[in-house]
């Protein structure tokens, strides 16, 4: 099976800043990545997906790189609406997994 | 407007039984994959399962192969989820989600099972 592992786990950012959250996988997994954001109480939002491929309607503060075996999710510019968690996962076999979370907190 | 409503969720004591439905509409149901992703409380994402748009393939997480069946009932625009031998590590929101590409661009609101010991 396919682990991924994000990092940080926590980070504190301010409106503003520039943020970086990584996620590696055990074994490559090409362009096969996806990233969500949840906020508290809410279904998860599809952000990114095919690693760096903008989901309609997600702002373009927002991008995604990476191939094989590791991602970057960047933030160009933390709005308010930006603290939530985020999460990767990989698509390209079963079963599919997701990281274990990046919590971006003020 | 794409729609998800998980239903069928609530409390079942530890070996019972439950069947979530998820309810779609605003989108042609049976041309997508729909999976199931469920959230213990305040842990992260788990993948549970996916079934194929003609339901004729199936996959599942380790963790619940042998005691969950996903299914689809495309007349009905309805996803399954039939959970057999419940644990307490299978208390969780558990959300439907519909696939394109085999992302998940589109979710329910959830729904909470818990499996008292």
């Known amino acids: 099976d396919i682990q991924l592992t994000q990092s940080p786990s926590f980070l504190s950012a301010s409106v503003g800043d520039r943020v970086t959250i990584t996620c590696r996988a055990s074994?490559?997994?090409?362009?096969?990545l996806a990233w969500y954001q949840q906020k508290p109480g809410k279904a998860p939002k599809l952000l990114i997906y095919s690693a760096s491929t903008l989901q309609s309607g997600v702002p373009s503060r927002f991008s995604g790189s990476g191939s094989g075996t590791e991602f970057t999710l960047t933030i160009s510019s933390l709005q308010p609406e930006d603290f939530a968690t985020y999460y990767c996962q990989q698509v390209i076999g079963y079963p599919r997994s997701f990281g274990q979370g990046t919590r971006l907190e003020i | 407007e794409e729609q998800l409503l998980e239903s069928g969720g609530g409390l079942v004591q530890s070996g019972g039984s439950l069947r979530l439905s998820c309810a779609a509409s605003g989108f042609t149901f049976s041309s997508y994959a729909m999976s199931w992703v469920r959230q213990a409380p305040g842990k992260g994402l788990e993948w549970v399962s996916v079934?194929?748009?003609?339901?004729?393939?199936?996959y599942y997480s380790d963790l619940v192969k042998g005691r969950f069946t996903i299914s689809r009932d495309n007349s009905k625009n309805t996803l399954y989820l039939q959970m057999s031998s419940l644990r307490a590590e299978d208390t969780a929101v558990y959300y439907c989600?519909?696939?394109?590409?085999?992302?998940?661009?589109?979710w329910g609101q959830g729904t909470l099972v818990t499996v008292s010991s």
């Open positions: 989600a519909k696939d394109s590409m085999a992302f998940s661009e589109s």
């Open positions: 074994q490559g997994i090409s362009s096969s």
């Open positions: 079934i194929s748009g003609n339901g004729a393939t199936a």
